[in-house]
């Protein structure tokens, strides 16, 4: 049956981790990971410093024993992997056995402590070359770099007074805003905890289960998982308020539906991230920053849940047209009725593992808990339901696969996490995300739309990696003034910039909610988040279309609103189609171009520019369907 554990059908280890000795190593590992985390999930997590570092000590430990220097190497763990794989570990829990003593110091280091902070420094690249990729590693090259080449450039270009080798030490290793920063602790805390619930949620034969209940529902549609993917998604993350925690959660069901499906991890994985992002941009909750925006505006909180209700369902627009003809050009159709399981029977068998995610839904939606302790109780509630019945009961083999599996689904995620300390490190320490938002607003000048540009930068730049409610709160006070003072609708302003600050999710090259949803994939973290751009291209054009057009924010006449919200929506699916390259059978390069300026027409306002975006979004519909009837009889 669908729900049934085959206690036979276990993942293989890589073949470098074989051995007896690194077999043992990597599942001690792996169950003091599962251990730790699970315990951070019921006591609460230690103060950061310590969480983080005893976090990325096992995350370094495990990376070098099971991650080769070279793809293909699978000869077994060589002795200098296993010297990395301890340095790794010691390195990390120096901070965590004296914190106390580095707090007293305020961080300053000693000698011996810079050595340490540049060996750990280099053991995260050299886990991020492994684990992500060397775009990675020249990305945090350049950032880490600027902390001294800064100093040689002009104090208007962006230059600073430089830095010592001992304070770049103290903010990179020893601080809260360096590799053991915020993105690291998400990682460190519910990011982990997540994962493994999904892996428990395997090995008791949830996944299984909820891929039966898709098929059931919806397999004969095209696209359906990826569908289901986007509908889920938005729904959590309206109320969950973090779009990394979304990904995760739900992205631990629904990525594995795309793959089956046939949809390729990368692009699985950016469905899921893009779709949890949008979460965050859509009413009620918008991860508590419309609250924060109805007290900074003083305007009803009802208004601004309204005013965000267009742009949202305009980016979810685009996804799902994305989504359905991603399905299209890749022929994925839906199965026969005859060929799917049956509800009922799929209920009946395995009906009590929705206990599980259901808790976790309640846990987060309706009890309002923090995002650790939802993962928790959700992670108890799927273990206890699947030791309700012989056939999903996981014995001990299982369960060690479940940590198993669990710490090595989080490696690729906490090694992004502690590579993106490195980028977001310099740009605490130099001032560079205000410093860099004065430059391009004064650059700017007059030009509404040239600010606007320079503001989308700045507000991706000066919101990497950081939790949504402090995205609006850094974004609104350094970037929407210099909006508001060029004339636009300070509402418009505000929107602006938490859309563009909300991005960084998806937006390399610290896209937390990327990342998380590649460690799931089993993709590249950077290119998944390539791919989510892509994808989520209208979350970077609907903040222009609203700034110009504040009609989407339900300012103006009721016809001006329902007229702009139509020819928008006309203009995202042409982009859709523009970018896929599909609408019945491949797009010429003429037809994309074509479409994907039509889009661009429609999206700015204005009675001319809506009857040239529809006139010619029309005739290339006419011209690709002639083509498609006259070469279709041809075809076998």
């Known amino acids: ?107 300053f280091p000693t000698a011996l402590e810079q050595w340490l902070g540049v060996a750990t420094a280099l053991l995260v690249v050299e886990a991020t070359r492994r684990t992500i990729g060397l775009t990675m590693v020249v990305i945090i090259a350049v950032f880490v770099s600027y902390l001294w080449i800064g100093a040689h450039l002009p104090m208007d270009m962006g230059g600073h007074a430089g830095f010592s080798l001992r304070r770049a030490i103290s903010t990179l290793y020893l601080s809260q805003e360096g590799i053991f920063g915020p993105t690291l602790g998400a990682s460190a805390s519910f990011i982990a905890l997540f ?48 779009a990394t925690a979304n990904a995760v959660s739900t992205g631990m069901f629904t990525i594995p539906l795309m793959k089956r499906l046939g949809y390729s991890p990368r692009f699985a994985g950016a469905v899921e991230a893009v779709a949890s992002t949008g979460g965050q941009l859509t009413p009620p909750v918008m991860g508590s920053a419309a609250f924060i925006m109805a007290e900074y505006l003083q305007l009803p909180y009802r208004q601004i849940a309204a005013a965000a209700l267009i742009p949202a369902i305009l980016f979810y627009v685009m996804l799902l047209v994305t989504v359905h003809l991603e399905a299209a050009k890749l022929g ?14 799929v209920m009946l068998h395995g009906g009590h593992l929705l206990i599980g995610p259901t808790v976790l839904v309640f846990q987060l939606a309706v009890m309002k808990t923090t995002v650790l302790s939802a993962a928790f109780m959700g992670l108890f509630a799927a273990l206890l339901a699947g030791m309700l019945r012989r056939h999903t009961r996981p014995g001990p083999r299982q369960l060690l696969e479940a940590a198993r599996e669990g710490a090595l689904m989080s490696l690729q995620v906490g090694v992004a996490c502690a590579a993106a300390g ?67 609708a300070p509402l418009a302003a ?69 007229l702009a919200t139509a020819t928008c929506a006309v203009g995202v699916s042409a982009l859709a189609a523009a970018f896929c390259g599909f609408l019945l059978r491949p797009l010429h390069l003429v037809e994309r171009l ?34 498609h009837r006259r070469l279709a009889p041809a075809e076998p």
């Open 1 to 107: 049956m669908s729900a049934t554990i085959d206690r036979e059908e276990v993942a293989a280890p890589p073949g470098r981790w074989r051995g007896a000795a690194p077999y043992a190593a990597v599942t001690l590992l792996s169950v003091v990971f599962a251990v730790f985390h699970i315990r951070t999930g019921w006591v609460g997590v230690l103060p950061d410093l310590q969480q983080r570092g005893i976090h990325l000590a096992m995350i370094l430990a495990l990376v070098f024993l099971v991650v080769p220097a070279r793809r293909g190497d699978v000869g077994g763990v060589p002795w200098h992997d296993v010297l990395l794989s301890a340095a790794g570990a010691a390195l990390c829990l120096y901070p965590v056995l004296n914190h106390a003593e580095i707090s007293e110091r305020m961080g």
């Open 195 to 242: 994962i493994l619930f999904g892996a428990v949620a395997k090995v008791t034969g949830t996944g299984q289960f909820i891929i039966d209940i898709a098929h059931s529902a919806l397999g004969t549609v095209r696209g359906g998982p990826a569908k289901v993917a986007v509908a889920a998604s938005a729904l959590l993350g309206t109320l969950s308020g973090s």
């Open 332 to 345: 994925l159709v839906g199965l026969r009725r005859d060929q799917l399981p049956r509800m009922r029977a």
């Open 422 to 488: 490195l980028i977001i490190g310099p740009i605490f320490l130099s001032g560079l995300g205000p410093k860099l938002a004065d430059i391009l607003v004064n650059a700017a000048g007059a030009n509404l739309l040239v600010l606007l540009v320079f503001a989308m930068i700045a507000a991706l730049i000066m919101s990497m990696g950081l939790p949504s409610t402090a995205v609006y709160i850094l974004v609104a006070v350094l970037i929407a003034p210099a909006i508001v003072a060029l004339g636009v």
């Open 494 to 562: 505000h929107m602006f910039a938490y859309w563009f600050g909300t991005m960084a999710n998806i937006t390399p090259p610290v896209a937390t909610a990327a990342y998380a949803a590649a460690g799931i994939a089993g993709s590249n973290p950077l290119m998944t988040g390539l791919s989510a751009v892509r994808l989520g291209a209208a979350g970077f054009l609907l903040p222009f279309m609203f700034v110009f057009g504040p009609q989407l924010l339900l300012i103006g006449t009721t016809m001006e609103i329902v």
């Open 594 to 627: 074509a479409l994907g300026a039509a889009a661009l027409t429609l999206m700015y306002p204005g009675g001319l520019t809506d009857v040239l975006g529809v006139g010619l979004t029309a005739i290339v519909g006419a011209a690709h369907w002639l083509r």
